[in-house]
């Protein structure tokens, strides 16, 4: 399994990215997709989840309202679409994969029921 995040960069604040990952070697419409970031000095932290179908969505409350998760699999891609960016965004972001396929429950918003991980990008957001 790999997972490919792509996306970040720099941006002053108000502003938006999208962030992709791109996952192979995994049968991705079977698996619930998360978001999450890690800033400096500080623990990783939810982001945003949706499960296997795009049906269901999960975000955090720092982010609801701002932020878009969404998937193709078609394309084996998930997406994060990242509006009104604040400068307690920056960190780095990390797509991850749910270690149990057709899940039936909720999204997952702990990092411990995730099992592969991309290997995270970089977004700076300046005042």
């Known amino acids: 399994v790999q997972l490919q995040a792509s996306g970040g960069g720099l941006v002053q604040a108000g502003g938006s990215l999208r962030l992709s990952c791109a996952a192979s070697?995994?049968?991705?419409?079977?698996?619930?997709m998360g978001w999450f970031r890690q800033a400096p000095g500080k623990e990783r932290e939810f982001v945003a989840a949706?499960?296997?179908?795009?049906?269901?969505?999960f975000y955090a409350d720092s982010v609801k309202g701002r932020f878009t998760i969404s998937r193709d699999n078609a394309k084996n891609t998930v997406n994060l679409q990242m509006n009104s960016l604040k400068t307690e965004d920056t960190a780095v972001y990390y797509c991850?994969?749910?270690?149990?396929?057709?899940?039936?429950?909720?999204?997952?918003?702990?990092?411990?029921?995730?099992?592969?991980w991309g290997q995270g990008t970089q977004v700076t957001v300046s005042s």
């Open positions: 991850a994969r749910l270690r149990r396929s057709r899940n039936y429950g909720p999204p997952s918003q702990s990092s411990d029921e995730y099992d592969y």
């Open positions: 070697g995994l049968t991705f419409s079977s698996y619930d």
């Open positions: 949706i499960n296997w179908s795009g049906s269901n969505l």
